[in-house]
């Protein structure tokens, strides 16, 4: 027996208004020139404050001044070397699903567009534009699921440091004497 799928105006439609939208926001993302350092920076941002473009933007900040060079010395894990997640070193900026993506992580569609947040944050960030969220630049930031971080964080506080972002997962710091 032959099964008919019956498809409504309605249905039709829609269908017809996603087919559109996807192949608008690939042309998009196709039409987006995102330089090495740029996607570097969106490596560390998702190595080190994951999805969040509250973190990121701190991040951004803090290490904008920085050449390609001198980012993958200071963080070699997130950048340019073997990141604690290998996928993290695959994001592409065009949006393809990471040949590692793990499936713990869900469906890459679900992040897809994350990423696309991410890299945009980057480059509005690489101005060296102050985000709303930090005071100054911070010269460093601590993870709340580091070992040992609250210690590191009294250190730098009672050497003349003071936390400088706020709304951020991470404790974004500058050190005394600035």
């Not at 971080?149 to 991470?170: D, H, L, P, Y």
Request: hydrophobic fraction near 35%; glycine fraction near 10%; charge should be positive.
């Amino acid at each position: 027996m032959k099964q008919t799928t019956i498809l409504t105006p309605t249905l039709r439609c829609v269908l017809a208004f996603t087919a559109a939208f996807l192949a608008t926001l690939t042309a998009v993302r196709a039409q987006e020139n995102y330089d090495a350092r740029e996607v570097a920076l969106g490596h560390l941002c998702v190595h080190e404050g994951g999805w969040r473009v509250s973190d990121c933007a701190a991040i951004v900040y803090s290490r904008s001044p920085f050449s390609l060079a001198s980012l993958r010395r200071m963080h070699p894990r997130a950048i340019g070397g073997r990141p604690r997640e290998a996928w993290i070193g695959e994001l592409s900026p065009d949006g393809t699903e990471p040949a590692s993506w793990p499936e713990s992580n869900g469906l890459w569609s679900n992040y897809d567009d994350r990423w696309a947040q991410i890299l945009q944050t980057v480059r509005r960030g690489i101005s060296g534009r102050r985000p709303s969220t930090c005071s100054e630049r911070p010269d460093t930031w601590e993870g709340p699921t580091v070992p040992g971080v609250a210690a590191r964080i009294a250190n730098v506080i009672a050497n003349g440091g003071r936390v400088v972002c706020t709304g951020t997962v991470n404790t974004f710091l500058v050190y005394g004497g600035r």
